[in-house]
């Protein structure tokens, strides 16, 4: 079974939050949705506001899952959940970049290869009210 991974697709003001990475080297400079690892005893959710508070120094709430899993290696299973900023402005502690995307701009950045599969959806919600 693989181990799971959460991303925070952070929506405010029709855009979403997207963060540059910074390493591995293999994966510097592309962009990503926040988020990481689900530790032994949290819940996908716990795990989710967890990371973006360690990476972004803000706190999001969960709003619902997105449909997608995307693998991450031979190890990780990706999902990703859209989010709102519950308190606080996200301030890259990992990352060297954050950006405000629009719709129209998702393709405008060089996503991380799990990242891509929940684009769709994202750009769906980010243009619904």
Do not use: N
């Not at 029709?14 to 819940?43: F, H, I, M, N, Q």
């Not at 969960?62 to 859209?82: M, Q, S």
């Not at 606080?88 to 405008?108: F, M, N």
């Amino acid at each position: 079974m693989r181990a799971l991974v959460v991303g925070a697709a952070v929506v405010r003001d029709g855009r979403v939050l997207a963060c540059r990475r910074t390493s591995p080297p293999e994966a510097a400079g592309r962009w990503e949705l926040p988020g990481g690892k689900v530790e032994d005893g949290e819940t996908p959710e716990s795990a989710l506001v967890r990371e973006v508070r360690e990476e972004l120094g803000c706190t999001v709430a969960v709003e619902r899952w997105l449909d997608a899993e995307a693998p991450i290696g031979e190890g990780y299973v990706l999902r990703a959940a859209l989010c709102t900023l519950a308190a606080g402005e996200p301030v890259p502690v990992e990352h060297d970049a954050v950006r405000w995307l629009a719709p129209d701009e998702l393709d405008d950045v060089d996503w991380l290869a799990p990242d891509r599969p929940f684009l769709p959806q994202i750009r769906v919600a980010l243009v619904e009210p």
